[in-house]
């Protein structure tokens, strides 16, 4: 009985066989869940492992978004499109190249540096600085022009303005003169030159040389 009793749990057990035999037959079976291997391989609503590539196609659809991140190039291109003017500044820079050519060159315009010492020239210029007195005779020299040489040599002296070969002055460059000595200043003209209204300078006397020509000269002021 006891064995016999246990007939009904081994029924029991029997009876999942049952339920065993369902779930074999959901595994061999065409339905909903069929078995792995046919979802794997099937059309079903899995599909293959193949046909899971229609999800990853559909991953890959979002390509969809990505050609529209793509087509973002047309900014990018727009972008890209500023490079017309970039192009044109570019263009600019033959322009800038001729600036900075005129800029290191030997033209009118000359280096900045140049420019500041041309500037500082002429500043200088218009305050008349008085050179250091020269205490002998003397001959012009380039660094004297926009100044004011002053001579005090005991006894005549003679300030000779020298020809253009020696010291090239440009033209309408400006030398003033002044006598501190009590003797006379003779303005005498170097080999070629000339020197108009050239004469002596008395005591306290003061006069200026303008260059006119290249070995012209003009002396205006306290001339004897």
Known sequence: QTVAGIDAAVSAVAAVDAAVVVVATDLSGADTIGIVAADLVGADTIGAVAGIAANVSTVAGISGNVTTVAGISGNVTTVAGISADVTAVAGDAADIGI???????????????????????????????????????YTLALADAGKIVAMNKSGAATLTVPANAAVAFPVGSVVGVYNLSSDEVTIAEGGGVTVRNAGNLPQYGEASLRKRGTNEWVLVGDVL
């Open 99 to 137: 600036v900075a050519a005129d800029l290191a060159g030997a033209d009118d315009i000359g280096t900045c540096a140049d420019n500041i010492a041309d500037i500082q020239t002429v500043a200088d210029m218009t305050l008349l600085l008085e050179t250091a007195e020269k205490a002998a005779d």
